[in-house]
């Protein structure tokens, strides 16, 4: 067998390097900076159900299939020496307006048709869980069920697992595809690479990450998420203390600056849902670019002739990385793909 | 003649370093980053005028006798080969609501019986001035006299100078007074180093850097400054294109960690009075600590045989440089300091 070339280092290509290293195959990542990308500065919340909403069913299939895939994959992360920082301690939707309220309870009762299990919290109960929540919270939705990971621990740790099953890197960036068996996972870059793939586009992000300085109240102890003025936010606490606030979102092309407005969005949002964060030290702001897809499903598939697609991951590469692995492994050993997969292959979108 | 010995290398102990060595001495600058400090975070506004009150009339006589002295210092540098970076664009402060318009015109007759050249603008003046400006500007205050310098030019720009001259530097951190002649210009630190300079303190500033990207607005040609509900921030263009916003202010001891809230303030601010600001990149985020004083004017003169002092500087530091300096090589050779540094005297404000 040839050697598989992977063309991007983020979440998905790693992931697609490693299983495929573990299944025997010898693997080379192309990538100027493996491990870092849009991957770098994700929330990391594994959530199909809090960024689902009706009529996005088969998005939240992919989504619910892949999360269920998820400790078995950190686990085996795990077994391989490294810890991928995966987080249970589940999320915590909250409202702070009447029409924020009303979404909430929309979004309530899909998830419990889909046989989610989620809590209807007042205000005052959401206080009780989240101290720090302001008092402008007027109702709040706890997930139990969603699962976060340390998007960074992560990356390393497929990085070294990748290594470690004998993965060569090349620090560069490929203008055509190199010869053989091909996997395209170059994210915002895909569309470069394959005329299949002109779908998949940059989608700006913005993301910022907070330290609370000493005699700051503690970040919160799950992942909580709002709408501000008709832009979501979300806090996810990091094991080392860490707050990761993001995100913005927008259509810039292959801009990657850090624009005042952004920054100042998401501090002024924070802030609105969890008062405390404004004496948090400000430690980093970043800006990536999401792979978008136009429907939001990603690209997973045969372009052509041992050509794969593993791109266009919208917002949920870190959750979608465990099924596009195994779909991809799939796919090179010629065995099917998980059925929750099968809407996602790039020759059937076009 | 004994060596003489700079503690601090921040603006005022370069400017001191370079003067006396130009007047013959052999000096020595002890700071572990010399050029860095609250200087390298400065907006870099030689403004007496804006910054004057009613009741401080002996900080104003300082700063405006300073003034006078900056565009031979910015000369004498320049002809050392090192370019300052001066600018003399000007000011203009603008109110946005009605207390603001109040406030400048107060500013505007006491400028005004101090003999200065001040123009009170309509908002739509202030506009054509400025084409930036927020459509909230109500009126504002044009201040053709004020001069501003680029304080990163002027930092390598005095720290070449002085190397010119045979200043050396010891990179690092005095924790007691060297022997011989010294002088104290460690700014918020300066207070650890002589009992006479206990009322030097940190006050905490934070500072962002924002550069147009394409498409945006450009700056505006000259500083503009408000006061957004209570706190005062200012925008300062480099010819380089970017733009200094700052400052926030607090006491916070000798904490530099850059805040949620310092930063959402001074976007929010920004965003207020020149609104296109909001799609400029912010490329910098910083806190220093300004050293102030208890009724803002420094402490320039001997502390005792031989030590003297030149630090507490509080917002003025850039501006206040070339009579600091002027002073200690005064002091040094038994000559009278200026009149309005006598009012700076440390033995006189215990």
């Keep these: 067998?040839?050697?598989?070339?992977?063309v991007g280092g983020g979440v998905i290509g790693l992931s697609v390097a490693w299983r495929a290293a573990v299944r025997g195959r010898k693997v080379t990542v192309f990538d100027p900076s493996p491990g870092r990308g849009a991957s770098w500065l994700a929330g990391g919340m594994l959530?199909?159900?809090?960024?689902?909403?009706p009529g996005e069913e088969?998005?939240?299939?992919?989504?619910?299939?892949?999360l269920r895939r998820w400790p078995g994959f950190a686990r085996e992360l795990a077994e391989e020496g490294f810890d991928p920082g995966l987080s249970d301690a589940g999320t915590m939707v909250v409202a702070l307006d009447s029409a924020d309220a009303g979404h909430l309870e929309i979004l309530a009762e899909y998830l419990k048709s889909l046989g989610r299990e989620v809590e209807p919290v007042t205000g005052r109960e959401a206080r009780k869980a989240e101290p720090g929540l302001s008092g402008a919270v007027r109702?709040?939705?706890l997930v139990p069920g969603d699962l976060a990971v340390?998007?960074?621990?992560?990356?390393?740790?497929?990085?070294?697992?990748?290594?470690?099953r004998g993965v060569k890197f090349v620090h560069k960036e490929l203008a055509e595809l190199p010869e053989g068996e091909v996997v395209i996972a170059a994210g915002a870059w895909s569309s470069r690479l394959h005329p299949l793939l002109d779908g998949v586009r940059p989608l700006k992000g913005e993301i910022l990450r907070l330290k609370p300085r000493r005699?700051?109240?503690p970040p919160p102890k799950r992942t909580v998420r709002a709408v501000?003025?008709?832009?979501?936010?979300?806090?996810?606490?990091?094991?080392?203390?860490?707050?990761?606030?993001?995100?913005?979102?927008?259509e810039a092309g292959f801009d990657t600056a850090v624009t005042a407005k952004g920054v100042r969005e998401l501090l002024e949002g924070a802030e609105r849902v969890f008062p405390g964060i404004a004496e948090y030290e400000l430690v980093e702001t970043a800006a990536g670019l999401r792979a978008a897809s136009v429907d939001t499903m990603p690209y997973i598939g045969e372009l052509a002739g041992g050509v794969?697609?593993?791109?266009?991951h919208h917002r949920n590469g870190l959750l979608l990385a465990p099924i596009t692995a195994d779909a991809i492994v799939a796919l090179l050993a010629g065995e099917p793909v998980p059925d929750e997969v099968i809407a996602a292959n790039p020759r059937e979108r076009v």
Aim: net charge neutral; charged share 25%; proline share 4%.
């Design 139 to 141: 109702s709040g939705l």
């Design 58 to 66: 088969a998005v939240l299939r992919i989504g619910e299939e892949s």
């Design 47 to 53: 959530a199909p159900v809090t960024e689902a909403w």
């Design 215 to 217: 005699g700051c109240l």
């Design 150 to 164: 340390d998007n960074r621990k992560l990356l390393q740790a497929l990085e070294k697992a990748a290594r470690k």
């Design 228 to 250: 501000v003025e008709g832009k979501p936010i979300y806090l996810v606490p990091r094991e080392e203390g860490e707050l990761v606030l993001g995100a913005t979102q927008y």
């Design 1 to 6: 067998m040839s050697r598989l070339s992977v």
């Design 308 to 312: 794969y697609a593993a791109t266009g």
